[in-house]
């Protein structure tokens, strides 16, 4: 996609949302589009701030918290180690390398889960977390392994 236009309908769903479409604001939306690495507020600080030379962590901070109640981006927690951001909003799977520590989207239709138990409960959310090793640390090994032979 066109980089105007991302960023044109980035503005529309700022203002849709009655969010203020600011040059930052814009721009970590930017940053979530182009990295879908599921980066945290300190990789998306460090990324942004040697081109917003006014940018502090406690903006990105507070943009992500903002963006997340609008339900622009998703807040994931994995581990409950740190908080990861995630621009695909509509459900979906995630898979997190115990190796390199990647983590990866997956298509999965988590709104065919509804547990009998959670009939009168309101789910807040859905999440399915897979942990293994992704393919790039699994041919890693398989070099590793030749080598040590």
Do not use: W
Request: proline share 5%; hydrophobic share 35%; net charge negative.
């Amino acid at each position: 996609m066109d980089n105007m236009i991302l960023l044109d309908n980035f503005k529309k769903e700022l203002v849709k949302s009655d969010i203020r479409p600011t040059f930052q604001r814009i721009k970590i939306l930017e940053y979530l589009e182009k990295n879908k690495s599921h980066p945290t507020v300190d990789e998306i600080y460090s990324a942004l701030a040697p081109e917003i030379p006014t940018l502090s962590k406690t903006t990105v901070y507070n943009t992500l918290s903002t963006l997340k109640e609008a339900g622009l981006v998703n807040e994931i927690k994995i581990d409950d180690v740190e908080a990861r951001f995630d621009i695909v909003t509509k459900p979906h799977g995630h898979f997190k390398c115990v190796e390199c520590g990647d983590l990866s989207d997956f298509e999965f239709d988590l709104g065919s889960i509804n547990p009998k138990e959670l009939s009168d409960h309101k789910v807040l959310n859905r999440n399915l977390f897979m942990f293994g090793i992704c393919p790039k640390c699994l041919e890693k090994m398989k070099e590793n392994k030749i080598d040590n032979k």
